[in-house]
């Protein structure tokens, strides 16, 4: 079994893509176990795989975001901080870019630059997408100015981390002249505002030319706040507001930030500053953010990233607006099921109730229920999506490991014995898609798991459940002698072949022996565990003869910085909480992120037949050969991605660009 490395970065890249039902009009098909809106996507492009096309928002939720970074020519551009005396060092930075530092500036090789790390802290994760403001998110203040860069190619992009997924953002508007809507008759604009320090004049809205907005100017007594943008009223931090210019001034340069709110009415192509009539009345510093223009959330694009040192904040002080981590698309690109062979592989319960029946199960073999040895035997097949009469479910749909877990929220899982694992999820159906309606959260539970090939490992941070096991075991090895991790004996030998390790368990400093170990993350957990390391190796989990694994859970897996995750899908019992107690990360597609799925289009039928209201039948183009085309829509109308597996040309593209799907 193979782990999967990280999830997939999603990009708008100029696909159309046109919602064909909405809340007024004609429902053209609407399956009725998901209920998610139609899409239909219309494209004279290649989709490429691995490749969003598409991806908006509403509300709290927020679109995927690529890696950025910085491209430095290796001329002349460089970072001006005139916070640095010189003597400082760079502690880390990723790219191909190499840094130096100098009193008051920072130079570059030609080359890119991301997360940099200097030695008195100061830390530019160098991901605004715009702008010639490095912001310091280490909460010191030590913003750097970008400086004889051409800002449209400086702003670059890479696919190794992506902060603004990882651990939240600002939206922000800072770019003078950045068009917002066009041609919308403007009824409502609310947003946020941060003046940073501005001491001048400045006019926040304008149409690009002559009409203007919002006119601030320290000191000025005219009560005329805007022209051309028809009659405007102003709402500063709740409070009507119809005060002069400098008087507005006075109030927004009281520390904030203020939350404004104008009402107005004209039609015309809205931007944040843009003023051009008269100079010296553009903005030049000044960040506007939770921009709401009649109604509608507007996102600006220059990221301010998080504050390091207080993560509800961003790195101007402001209240972070994305916090946390992105809701992922979930990685379930085909449905599984359990094969049995038929000969002696069970599903072995720690009890099962006199009377207990089978209820219902999917599939092409035969269960049969055996309440006095605990256990349900089977012919041979597939089985997914059997229920008991005891309102035990097992939806049969982790896809690795050793377990299969109850659904049903009262923790009555069975053990798959007797089967060989690999072989046992080796098959999958397009029926029931339990991951995908219902939401799971990865784990790595599946003993002699490969995680990454022929790396140096440096760092493994993670969470480990030990589910109950009370046994010795080793967590990671290199699926031959060498070992990292081992628990359950009088040794103090945690370790060997890995280096030189230490370990630390919740935030705590740990140096015992194992079976001191195995107390220790036998309490009740999860618990947190980050090991250094420095080995070039095949890095599996458990994997080590005589010591596998056999049921503890592995999840939050970050190795050298980069997440990985476990192939076995824990079934959620809520919305929020899974089989084992613990929080839901992968939502099912009721919920804001519709898992990926693999929608099976070959003989130009798009299965599952079965789901209720039926699928269409056929479409026009050829048809696609292959599990090619996943989907992830959600309720929203304005929610929605697609995603495509292989490359998609010729006739098949044709058939994609005619389809409808969910």
């Known amino acids: 079994m193979i782990g999967v490395k990280g999830q997939p970065i999603g990009s708008p890249i100029g696909t159309v893509i046109q919602p064909i039902i909405s809340m007024m009009g004609t429902t053209t098909f609407k399956p009725a176990s998901v209920g998610n809106l139609l899409q239909w996507l219309t494209t004279t492009t290649v989709l490429t795989a691995g490749i969003f096309y598409d991806a908006s928002t509403t509300g709290d939720a927020r679109d995927i975001q690529l890696g950025r970074c910085y491209d430095f020519d290796g001329v002349n551009d460089y970072l001006a901080a005139a916070h640095l005396s010189g003597s400082e060092t760079v502690v880390s930075s990723g790219g191909t870019s190499t840094p130096s530092i100098s009193a008051g500036r920072i130079d570059f090789t030609a080359g890119t630059c991301w997360a940099l790390l200097l030695s008195d802290g100061t830390f530019y994760k160098c991901d605004e997408q715009e702008g010639t403001i490095a912001y310091d998110s280490s909460g010191n203040g030590n913003d750097g100015v970008i400086t004889n860069a051409t800002l449209s190619s400086f702003h670059a992009t890479q696919n190794i981390i992506s902060f603004q997924n990882d651990v939240g953002y600002t939206p922000a508007f800072t770019v003078p002249d950045t068009l917002i809507v066009a041609g919308e008759t403007l009824e409502t604009i609310a947003f946020t505002i941060d003046l940073q320090g501005e001491t001048g004049r400045f006019i926040i809205f304008s149409e690009s030319g002559s009409k203007y907005c919002l006119i601030a100017e320290s000191g000025s007594l005219s009560t005329n706040l805007d022209g051309g943008f028809g009659t405007c009223t102003y709402t500063i931090d709740g409070v009507a507001f119809s005060g002069t210019r400098g008087e507005l001034f006075t109030l927004l340069s009281v520390a904030g930030p203020h939350d404004v709110v104008i009402t107005t009415s004209v039609t015309l192509d809205l931007y944040f500053g843009g003023y051009t009539v008269i100079p010296g009345w553009d903005v030049d510093g000044q960040l506007v953010s939770n921009l709401v223009v009649n109604g509608i ?44 062979d038929g000969t002696n592989d069970e599903l072995q319960f720690v009890s099962l109730t006199g009377g207990t029946t089978i209820v219902s199960f999917g599939g092409t073999a035969t269960p049969t229920i055996d309440t006095v040895n605990n256990k349900i035997t089977s012919t041979a097949g ?17 896809g690795a490991g050793p377990i299969a877990y109850d659904s049903s929220g009262n923790g009555n899982h069975a053990t798959i014995t007797n089967a060989t694992l690999s072989s046992f999820w080796g098959s999958t159906q397009d029926i029931y898609f339990a991951n995908l309606a219902n939401g799971f959260t990865p784990y790595y539970s599946q003993n002699d798991t490969l995680i990454v090939a022929g790396e140096t490992i440096e760092t493994i941070a993670f969470t480990i459940d030990l589910q109950g096991k009370t046994d010795r075991f080793v967590l990671f090895s290199d699926s031959g002698s060498n070992y990292l991790l081992a628990a359950g004996s009088a040794a103090s030998i945690l370790d060997g072949g890995f280096g030189t390790c230490t370990y630390t368990i919740d935030g705590v400093a740990f140096s015992g022996t194992r079976e001191e170990l195995l107390t220790l993350l036998s309490v009740a957990g999860p618990h947190d565990v980050v090991i250094t390391a420095s080995a ?25 910085g980069v ?59 050829t048809a696609i050969t292959s599990d090619k085309l996943f989907s992830r829509v959600c309720p929203l109308l304005v929610d929605r991605m697609l995603a495509y597996e292989d490359d998609l040309t010729g006739g098949e593209l044709t058939a994609v660009t005619n389809y409808t799907t969910c």
């Open 563 to 621: 997440e990985y995750y476990g192939s076995t899908r824990i079934p959620s019992v809520s919305a929020t909480v899974n089989a084992v107690g613990h929080a839901v990360t992968n939502p099912g597609g009721k919920g804001y992120n519709f898992p990926e799925s693999t929608i099976d289009m070959t003989g130009g039928v798009a299965s599952p037949a079965a789901v209720s209201g039926g699928w269409p039948t056929a479409y026009a183009g």
């Open 536 to 560: 070039t190796v095949d890095l599996y989990f458990g994997g080590f003869s005589n010591w596998e694994i056999d049921g503890q859970l592995v999840s939050n897996l970050v190795v050298n």
């Open 382 to 398: 597939t089985l997914y999506n059997i229920l008991l009469s005891d309102g035990t479910h097992l939806a049969l749909a982790e």
């Open 297 to 340: 959330a507007r996102d600006g694009s220059t990221f301010i990233p998080r504050d390091e040192s207080d993560t509800t904040k961003d790195a101007k002080g402001n209240a972070l607006q994305y916090k946390g981590r992105v809701p992922y698309n979930a990685v379930s690109k085909a449905a599984n099921c359990g094969t049995f």
